[in-house]
């Protein structure tokens, strides 16, 4: 149920970017301006998920999630039905600014019922709920809205909604360990030194994919010169990389915790680095491509693990907090990534994109390389 819930948010997140075209069509807009639900998704994201987190962790753990499982349906619903433009922005605005705080809690219940020498296995494999939903999810998504609207593909997200809200009322624990401390107990954790310093590794890494991932449609297309046809199986391809990248971070984190970061960084940069190379070649450039999508999978579930390890042992009322950063580095990486391509294209070719995200990968690095000497 919990693989479960990741995959319903991140089709929720991710749909989106399928039926963009249908979406301004459907409300007589322009692409662009269509395409700010993407952005302030995002953003609404990064910013509300600490909040959230923050202020309802003094609270019954279950009824916080209950509720915000309720505010998510009503916020998607919305979604469905919206009669125009505005009123689907705040549809997006109110489940991006829960769909966070959900996640974190999930984590926060794996932490709990998995033994310690699991938890590494079952966040990776939560987190590879989200990965799933962009190979099925996107797609299917695309395919109900050409066969009958995108309001329809919303909709289905509402009624997995309901059987996923009703499956967790039943199978997650009522009463859990829980230690309630105020606000300045919790942001304490941010203090910490490997906080910080996995803060900076997890937003360089996810900047440095959404270098090159923000154009892989026309990097494939236009660059690698493969047909349209092609272009689903090949994303399909790419998807199936990072899940089995967070399959790959289990077992690094169980065995090893944070001390292959700086080889996992550091691959990251020689690949960036030998991405313009590779292009030269269109096989040569997908085989690149999958193989950065796999090394790219890895970290955010072994940071995760770092992240829930130091709240459980040196700050326990910040549990909660600590399972939200996660997806708040990946939405900022989404955003700095993002807008770092859309910028930098206007200067270089896309083919040389590597090279932008390459100058991320190195700081992520170099703070890979201090985090594990600093733990």
């Not at 440095?208 to 047909?227: G, K, Q, W």
């Not at 990389?241 to 915790?257: D, E, L, T």
């Not at 072994?302 to 399972?323: E, G, H």
Request: glycine fraction near 8%; charge should be positive.
């Amino acid at each position: 149920m919990f693989v479960l819930v990741a995959f319903m948010l991140g089709c929720n997140e991710f749909m989106v970017v399928g039926v963009l075209s249908n979406i301004a069509e459907s409300y007589h807009a322009s692409l662009s301006a269509v395409g700010l639900l993407v952005t302030m998704y995002a953003l609404t994201y990064a910013i509300c998920t600490p909040v959230l987190t923050t202020v309802t962790g003094k609270y019954d753990r279950f009824k916080v999630l209950m509720t915000l499982m309720v505010v998510f349906f009503l916020g998607n619903t919305l979604t469905a039905v919206a009669p125009n433009l505005f009123l689907l922005f705040v549809s997006r605005i109110i489940t991006a600014g829960v769909a966070g705080a959900i996640i974190s809690l999930i984590l926060v219940y794996v932490s709990i019922i998995a033994p310690i020498e699991k938890r590494s296995m079952m966040v990776a494999t939560v987190f590879a709920g989200f990965s799933t939903a962009t190979i099925i999810g996107v797609p299917l998504g695309t395919t109900i809205s050409a066969a009958a609207s995108w309001h329809m593909s919303f909709a289905v997200i509402s009624v997995l909604a309901l059987v996923i809200g009703g499956c967790l009322f039943v199978l997650v624990p009522r009463h859990t360990p829980q230690t309630k401390g105020s606000i300045g107990h919790q942001v304490k954790l941010l203090k910490d030194r490997r906080i910080i310093l996995g803060i900076i590794v997890m937003v360089t890494l996810m900047a440095a994919e959404y270098t090159f991932y923000t154009f892989i449609r026309p990097i494939i297309t236009d660059v690698l010169h493969f047909s349209t046809t092609d272009l689903n199986w090949l994303l399909g391809l790419v998807g199936i990389m990072f899940i089995v990248g967070n399959a790959c971070a289990g077992i690094v984190s169980s065995r090893y915790g944070i001390r292959k970061l700086p080889l996992i960084s550091g691959a990251c940069l020689l690949l960036l680095l030998l991405m313009g190379l590779s292009f030269a070649n269109s096989w040569t450039g997908v085989g690149l491509l999958c193989l950065i999508c796999l090394v790219l999978g890895m970290p955010g579930s072994i940071l995760q693990v770092m992240f829930l390890n130091v709240a459980d042992k040196d700050y326990p009322a910040a549990m909660n907090l600590a399972s939200s950063l996660n997806p708040i580095c990946t939405n900022v990486g989404v955003t700095v990534g993002s807008f770092l391509a859309s910028l930098s294209v206007n200067f270089i070719a896309i083919s040389q994109i590597g090279y932008v995200g390459a100058v991320l990968a190195v700081i992520s690095t170099i703070g890979s390389v201090l985090l594990v000497r600093h733990d």
